[in-house]
Structures are given as C-alpha cells and as structure tokens.
C-alpha cells in the first residue's frame, strides 16, 4: 500500500493527502513563484492531481490564477499557501514544507535564469523549463 503523506495549512484549519510518492522534486526560481511564496526559491513536490486530496476544510480553499498556467490554492482562514494546479503539465504542486514525510530529493531547478539566490548544488539548472514540459530545455550554469 502507498504512504499517504499529510499536511495542514499554517492554522491547521485545510487538510490535505498525498498518495505514494511525487512525480518530481526541485527548486523554481520564477518571479511569480518568488513573489507568490515571498522567498527567494520556491521547494515543490509535484503530483499526479488523482493523488493529491484537500481532506478537511475544502470551504476554506481559497484560489487565485495570474495565468491559465497556475491555479494557487491557499487557506482563506490564516493565508497559509497549500498548493498549485499546473493544468497545461496535468500535475499540482504542493510545496514541499506542507508534507514533512516526503524525503525531499530536489532533482532539478527550473526558471534558474530568474534567479535571485544563486545556489551551487551541482543539480541542473534549466533557464526555463525542460523541454518535454514546454520550455526551451536550455542549460545555464550555476
């Protein structure tokens, strides 16, 4: 059987569950990731959305899309921010901090070529996104 990995906003008010394990790791370092968390790198976990579940306190999920790229879920209770919706990629992005039995392994960076806090981890950088996720798939260094 799949772990369930669990996790509450800042208040505790909006419960979410994650099954099994995250289809990838990593760091972006894009402005609106950036401005959206208010830290200079945003740690995600990405998932298939069958896995991911709000189990308690749906009535307080709040949801805001800049773009049609990005659907930011956040408890309208204390503000605490929960999860992205990516659409277009068919995965949702709960932030690595909520679900503290994930053993997070970031394999890669993406948007690095935004980046306000330059991180030497040896893992790849991509100035955008790889290509199979629509970006230009080009490198830069660290």
């Given at each position: 059987m ?7 906003c ?9 099954e ?25 976990t ?12 749906a ?13 930011r ?13 990516h ?27 935004e ?24 490198m830069?260094?660290?």
């Amino acid at each position: 059987m799949a772990a369930v990995h669990k996790g509450t906003c800042f208040c505790g008010a909006v419960e979410i569950e994650a099954e099994g394990d995250p289809v990838a790791m990593g760091y972006c370092h894009c402005d609106s990731c950036r401005h959206w968390s208010a830290g200079p790198v945003n740690a995600f976990t990405l998932w298939d959305p069958a896995k991911v579940r709000v189990s308690k306190g749906a009535e307080f999920v709040g949801r805001y899309n800049k773009t049609p790229a990005s659907d930011r879920q956040w408890c309208t209770r204390c503000g605490g921010h929960l999860m992205t919706g990516h659409p277009g990629l068919k995965l949702v992005d709960v932030y690595a901090a909520l679900l503290p039995s994930v053993d997070f392994k970031p394999g890669v960076h993406v948007n690095y070529g935004e980046t306000a806090l330059r991180m030497k981890d040896g893992l790849p950088k991509f100035r955008d996104f790889p290509a199979d996720f629509g970006g230009s798939g080009e490198m830069v260094a660290e």
